[in-house]
């Protein structure tokens, strides 16, 4: 069980980031079964629905720590949408190896944020599911992608043991991230559960 907000301002916690071999071995165990299956079985599935429901069959999907791909089967049996130009990248080689077993047919690419050539590649959308809490350099990431660029990022109010930090409010979302969108939108979804489990979707498009 996670620990969970304190009142105030967003939290952060710098020295927790994790690194690859982290996330391979967290994947790995069997209380993590969920990630290793089909996305419908997942906690995230109404979420990952509501973060891609404005998605165009025309958009070049880039997916942004896309794990071990279950967006990504979302995304492409989003096929009665017409989306299939979707690929999604993780720096966890366990996580990409799954996804591909998973979804066979997908375009899966082993890639760090910092450093990918994918964010220099060909696509026009951006989605990414609870990563930004993860990463120390957030915004540098963030910052990599192509001005012009529609994202659909969602991220947490948890305190985990792998996150840096976690948000709270809105407000403390738009104080960090605003500068780097047009129009930025920030949305609440509220997960049904007996603790307080959000995810705060931000939209809008790159500077």
Known sequence: MPSFPKEGSM??????EMDAKW???AYALQEAHHYRGHYSGSPFKDMWEYLCKDLKPENKILDIGCGTGQLG????????????NYTGFDFSSFAIETARKLSPGINFEVGDALTTPLLESDYDTIVSSEFIEHLN?????LERIKPGTMCHIS???????NHVRWFETADQIKERYSYLFEEMEVEKFVYPTEFIWISWII?????
Do not use: F
């Open 73 to 84: 089967q979302l995304g492409h049996l989003l096929a009665d949408k017409g989306i299939r």
């Open 203 to 207: 939209r809008g498009v790159k500077k």
């Open 11 to 16: 939290n952060e916690l710098p020295q927790n």
């Open 137 to 141: 350099e957030d915004l540098k990431a």
């Open 155 to 161: 991220t947490s109010n948890l305190a985990c043991e």
């Open 23 to 25: 996330y391979d071995q």
